[in-house]
Structures are given as structure tokens and as C-alpha cells.
């Protein structure tokens, strides 16, 4: 079964800082989509980064980037220059090739951005 | 397109009465899902739907929760005999077919059930 960590529940980081939200994932499946959302206190799931197993290189939306490492089954998520609007709860989740084409979540990091 | 909507956005019911849900898709979506999502936590994966046949649901939909989907568009779930565990915030989701088709949320409809 697939399954997606995320070990910290909660991070600090002050403005115009950057941080890195970390996220392992467990499959043995080759070929995976890793997704980054935004849940602000609103509630709406916001997506922000897309990257494919098979994606050379990490991807990059704006501010977010994905640091991903296949070999360790990481898709950490870093934003650049915090603003205080970046605060929010943030999931990582996984989508497998094949018959099973939900996402699957990780518990989520809430971040808070300090002025 | 306006995004995937969700009505109501919220519902107070009392223990053991019916609830009902609905959910518009965006409309080229032929993929649906519903998800649960409780405090702190989350979205749990509930049922999919491809068009208007539900291909897979997860062991935490108990008898008591059914879905539709009639003619591949709009959906609903239904909790009958609602207990107080249900509570939740219940998602609705949809996309295109591919691995890295953008899923996108409704607002979600908040349950209570007292």
C-alpha cells in the first residue's frame, strides 16, 4: 500500500525566509505523480507543484520548488521569500499509474509565516 | 468554468437521521472523488467515480454511505443513520484521466452530527 509521510506537524519561518516542508512517500510502483496543496484556514485545497517519477528535473512553480530525491522517496516542498499569506496547512500526496487513480495524503504541515 | 462546487457548505444533523451531499464536477472532468477530512488530518479517499460508474471504494465507506453519479455529471453522497464519528468535512474532487492530471477541490461540505 502506498503511504505518505509527513513529519512535521507544525513550522515556524520567518518572512521573506525560506523553508522546506518534508514528505516521504513508500511505493513500488515505477511510475508515480507527487502533488503539493495549500489548505488555507478558508478550508479550499489550493494545488501548488506537480512532479513525475520519471521527471528529470525538479520541478518549480514561482516561489514553490520540489526537492525530489528518488532514490531516498523524498518530495520535500520549499518556498522561497515567505509571505505571511503562505500561512496555511500544506499536504503532500501521491498518485499511482494504474487502476488506482485517487490521491493519497500525508497528515500535512501547518506553517506559519512570523512578520 | 466556476470549479467544482459543493452544497451545502454546511450541515447540522441530529444522530441516526439521513444526510445528502451534492457535488458539481468541472464540466470536461470524467473523474470524481470523494474524500473525507477530519481535524488536523488529511483528506481520506472515500470513492471515485469514471463517468457514472463508481470503479473503486475505500473500506472506510461503511454500508451506511452510498454515492451516485448519474449520467457521468454531478454526484451525490448519501450517510444514512448518521453517527457522531461522522462528522467531518466531506470533499468532492474531480479531474481528467492521467497521472498528472490536476485534481481540483471543492469547498467541501462541514458535517455535524450532535
Known amino acids: 500500500a502506498q503511504k505518505i509521510t509527513q513529519t512535521q506537524p507544525g513550522m515556524f519561518v520567518q518572512e521573506k525566509e525560506a523553508v522546506t516542508l518534508d514528505c516521504t512517500y513508500d511505493?513500488?510502483?515505477?511510475?508515480?505523480?507527487l502533488f503539493w496543496y495549500k489548505q488555507p484556514s478558508s478550508g479550499e485545497m489550493i494545488f501548488l507543484i506537480y512532479?513525475?517519477?520519471?521527471?528529470?528535473q525538479n520541478a518549480t512553480e514561482g516561489r514553490y520548488s520540489l526537492n525530489f530525491q528518488k532514490a531516498r522517496k523524498s518530495a520535500n516542498l520549499v518556498i522561497s521569500a515567505s509571505q505571511l499569506g503562505d500561512s496555511a496547512m500544506y499536504f503532500c500526496?501521491?498518485?499511482?499509474?494504474?487502476?488506482?487513480?485517487?490521491?493519497?495524503f500525508g497528515s500535512g504541515t501547518q506553517l506559519t509565516v512570523l512578520p | 468554468d466556476t470549479g467544482v462546487s459543493q452544497n451545502p457548505r454546511h450541515k447540522i444533523t441530529k444522530r441516526g437521521q439521513n444526510v445528502t451531499f451534492r457535488c458539481d464536477p468541472i464540466?470536461?472532468?470524467?473523474?470524481l472523488y470523494w474524500y473525507r477530512q477530519t481535524l488536523g488530518q488529511g483528506p481520506e479517499f472515500l470513492t471515485y467515480?469514471?463517468?457514472?460508474?463508481?470503479?473503486?471504494k475505500s473500506r472506510l465507506l461503511s454500508d451506511r454511505f452510498s454515492a451516485e453519479r448519474p449520467k457521468g455529471s454531478f454526484s451525490t453522497l448519501e450517510i444514512q443513520r448518521t453517527e457522531q464519528g461522522d462528522s467531518a468535512m466531506y470533499l468532492c474532487?474531480?479531474?481528467?484521466?492521467?497521472?498528472?492530471?490536476?485534481?481540483?477541490f471543492g469547498p467541501g461540505t462541514r458535517l455535524t452530527v450532535t
Open positions: 474532487a474531480s479531474s481528467q484521466e492521467g497521472l498528472a492530471a490536476l485534481t481540483d
Open positions: 511505493t513500488s510502483d515505477p511510475s508515480y505523480g
Open positions: 512532479q513525475g517519477s520519471y521527471d528529470q
Open positions: 500526496a501521491m498518485r499511482k499509474s494504474g487502476s488506482a487513480r485517487q490521491l493519497t
Open positions: 464540466s470536461e472532468h470524467n473523474r
Open positions: 467515480f469514471q463517468n457514472e460508474a463508481q470503479l473503486e
